[in-house]
């Protein structure tokens, strides 16, 4: 009987683990991919200067879920891929499966060509982690 | 007397088994809630009223009225039925999922809308939908009528001539899902490489 209470005591510790393992992700900032556009973005860019700072290219790790989001903090309408962003609204993608995606984005003067690639987690262990987490 | 002691002894040790049972079940329940299922597509926060629109139904003539679906969990698809590959699969994941639905499959509502009304007939469009699901609405609008939804939208429209092909010209165009929630709100856009599974996820969700 007492190694059976040691075998579940054992167990309820493993499952405690995992469980704050799960709540508690090991790397917040590694996580979320923020872009914003700025306030301004498109009066800068009526006047030929370069107005939000989003990259060309991003790269996000698969296994580790993370999240692309693009804030747009402008007063005006911002286009990101085919769809439109609100003054003050965000737009938050987390990608489920490798490969790369194409988003364009524009604020009304604007263009700019943006992809992100989307690679697998080599660690196991992470990859097992995103899967209980989805 | 001995035998007394041990045998209070085992069912403590019974009754202590048992906590730890209930703890871990408890644990379990814990963990479930907090992996709760997502949205899966490109969420909008906070989400903006979908903009509204009327186009006949290709079914009956009448006219839908997107905001007449409240209740409903509304795919809005832009397409045209001589897509040779986005179109055809989109719709089909649509199906698939729709299926995947059970009992909540009647409140996922597809609208299919026509980029293309100078070659998609009414027949050919209500046809076309029908081949995926009988219950899908296919909507045809003039250019007029179509161009302030396109701008809504932001849906990107370009015909592009294929001299010497039977079909004349091809259209590229903006393949996402536009999902609009029960309330009315645009709340995500689902990409062509989700699956069927993706989209009743992301259904339940919204149905929640």
Partial sequence: MKKLLLLAGLFLLMALAAGLALLQPPDPSARMAVFIIPEGAAARESRGFPAANLPKAITLTLGAMDTLSIRNEDGFVARVGPFKLEPGQSFTQQYDRPGTYELICTTIYHVENMQITVIENPDPLKRFLAGLQK | ?208
């Fill in chain 2, 1 to 208: 007397m001995e035998i007394e002691k041990s045998d209070f002894s085992q069912k403590s040790d019974f009754l202590l088994f048992m906590r730890l049972i209930k703890s871990l079940a408890l644990m379990a329940l814990l963990l479930a809630g907090c992996s709760a299922p997502r949205l899966r597509g490109g969420v909008f926060s906070p989400p903006a009223q979908a903009a509204d629109f009327a186009l006949p139904n290709v079914a009956n003539g009448e006219k839908v009225v997107l905001s007449s679906l409240r209740g409903n969990a509304v795919m809005i698809y832009f397409g045209y039925t001589t897509c040779p590959d986005i179109c055809p699969m989109t719709l089909s994941t649509l199906a698939r999922a729709k299926k995947m639905l059970g009992s909540d499959a009647d409140k996922m509502k597809v609208i299919f809308v026509s980029v293309d009304p100078d070659r998609d007939t009414p027949d050919k469009l209500r046809d076309y939908v029908r081949a995926f699901d009988q219950n899908f609405i296919a909507l045809r609008g003039s250019e007029d009528d179509l161009l302030p939804i396109l701008t809504d939208y932001q849906v990107v429209v370009k015909k592009n001539p294929q001299p010497g092909s039977a079909i004349g010209y091809s259209i590229d165009h903006t393949a996402f899902v536009f999902v609009v929630d029960p309330a009315g709100k645009l709340r995500e856009v689902i990409s062509t490489n989700a699956t069927a599974d993706d989209v009743a996820n992301d259904v339940r969700v919204l149905l929640r």
